[in-house]
């Protein structure tokens, strides 16, 4: 099983990224792909915050926009949404111990990663190289 990071989405469905038709191409087999496939719910979170945020977007789009894109997604057999286990605390925690340079947005980062950990999963499709900071993942930009 692989993951899909915030990113990924957004390029995909705004044309002002210069990632935009190859993230769309991604997202399209997404809707296709019979493989399992998974994220997490900061994901979700993430691209409502973003696409309705008017300083990130050149038009930002309505909340029920916004939820309107990613139903297609929440709706396959294929997608599963990670929840946080009884381990989490415990591997979030390692994982600092592990990246002493961790602050900042890559917090953010850290927690997906975390999360990931927690159900064994080792690809990321993300064009945030700041994954590669993490040994246990493979991290594959589709945009590239």
């Known amino acids: 099983m692989f993951a899909v990071d915030t990113n990924i989405f957004l390029y995909a469905h705004f044309e002002q990224f210069s990632q935009h038709k190859k993230a769309r191409i991604f997202c399209k087999d997404l809707l296709t792909n019979t493989k399992p496939w998974c994220m997490g719910w900061q994901v979700y979170y993430e691209y409502l915050r973003i696409t309705t945020h ?85 991290v594959i930009d589709p945009t590239v």
């Open 54 to 138: 008017s300083r990130i977007l050149l038009r930002p789009l309505s909340i029920n926009d916004a939820l309107a894109d990613l139903q297609p997604y929440l709706e396959l057999d294929t997608l599963y949404i990670l929840s946080h286990t009884a381990q989490h605390r415990q591997i979030s925690s390692d994982l600092f111990s592990q990246i002493k340079s961790a602050k900042g947005n890559f917090i953010h980062d850290c927690h997906y990663a975390a999360l990931l950990k927690e159900y064994g999963v080792k690809i990321l499709y993300t064009a945030d190289m700041d994954f590669k900071k993490f040994n246990f993942l493979e």
